[in-house]
């Protein structure tokens, strides 16, 4: 499957130009590069350029198909909407000197680089996976920059310090992906079978979702990236303190030790069908949430949560961006 998924090359491209890439995109819809320094950061942006900006961050192994369905009502409602690719996916490329790290502060780091080069002060973050941890690090750290958070289950910060205590066995056997991909053989797995792979998590991982073969092939294509099965295994064996990160980003690993509170306004979005675990009841990280928080439960939605579920999650934005803290409750 992975010969017939090409990414063609990135011409050279200058910081926020429209890429002449054609990838999974209608014409109207031009990929934009900016360069944060270390990471060319691609990006679709969406809506007036003045409007209230929302970022849509995705998770791996997805890709920005999955808010297909949820940015056109941001876009109608005034908004401008940013959904860049994480680093290792779609157009975005790391220098050749960059450390290709997929740790929990490199993707944190490469959101806000792209907010101060695109001069956003703030932003309301929506995301899941990787990208709900970025988000939940920048609500963290940063919440003078985050007017509100749309988080897939609930706190998504690593507490790496404590990865080695055992789960339970019916937790760990859900995490087999990770312990492969700690292993040379994973390694070369990923290399090989990177389309089969992430397929066979799309499945796992949402049991109940029935996408077919052009859904999963728009998002695919992304995985093509020369950064993606290094970045991948990077982040797999960081989070387990199997592998050192990038000393560029201590600061903020060892702020994030610390397993910081998220104070700004929040919805946590938990799909009852996922296949990495179902939320547990009642709520565990409603403590790491010190501002308005609400978490709303979803039937028979696995864990690609904008994708399986854009209306809840169009919703939640729009209770964000609408309302004062405190004014929205879990109902």
Not at 100 to 126: E, F, K, N, W, Y
């Amino acid at each position: 499957m992975d010969a017939r998924l090409s990414y063609p090359r990135l011409p050279a491209l200058s910081a926020q130009s429209p890429s002449a890439y054609p990838g999974h995109m209608s014409a109207s819809d031009a990929i934009r590069m900016i360069d944060t320094g270390a990471v060319l950061i691609g990006y679709e942006d969406h809506g007036p350029p003045d409007g209230e900006p929302v970022i849509l961050l995705h998770g791996f192994p997805y890709d920005p198909r999955a808010y297909d369905d949820i940015w056109p009502g941001l876009v109608a409602d005034g908004n401008r909407v940013i959904i860049p690719y994480l680093r290792g996916f779609g157009p975005t490329r790391l220098r050749a000197g960059a450390m290709r790290t997929g740790q929990q502060a490199a993707l944190a780091d490469d959101l806000r680089a792209l907010m101060d080069g695109l001069s956003l002060a703030h932003a309301t973050l929506a995301g899941f996976d990787w990208g709900g941890r970025a988000a939940c690090i920048a609500a963290a750290l940063w919440p003078d920059r985050v007017r509100g958070l749309v988080t897939a289950n609930g706190y998504n910060i690593q507490n790496i310090a404590c990865a080695h205590i055992p789960a339970p066995p019916e937790a760990e056997h859900r995490l087999w992906y990770q312990y492969y991909f700690h292993s040379a053989r994973g390694e070369a797995g990923l290399a090989a079978n990177r389309a089969a792979l992430c397929r066979l998590l799309w499945r796992l991982w949402s049991p109940e979702w029935q996408f077919d073969d052009d859904i999963f092939a728009h998002s695919a294509a992304s995985f093509n990236n020369p950064d993606f099965v290094d970045i991948v295994l990077h982040s797999y064996r960081h989070r387990f303190a199997y592998t050192p990160g990038d000393p560029a980003l201590d600061d903020i690993e060892h702020a994030l030790a610390a397993q910081p509170v998220i104070t700004v306004p929040t919805i946590s979005l938990c799909g009852l069908a996922d296949g990495l675990g179902t939320p547990a009841t009642p709520d565990p990280d409603a403590v790491k949430f010190t501002g308005a928080y609400a978490r709303r439960l979803l039937p028979g939605i696995g864990h690609n949560i904008p994708q399986e579920a854009p209306g809840e999650t169009l919703a939640a934005l729009r209770a964000l961006l609408a309302a004062s803290p405190g004014a929205y409750s879990s109902a």
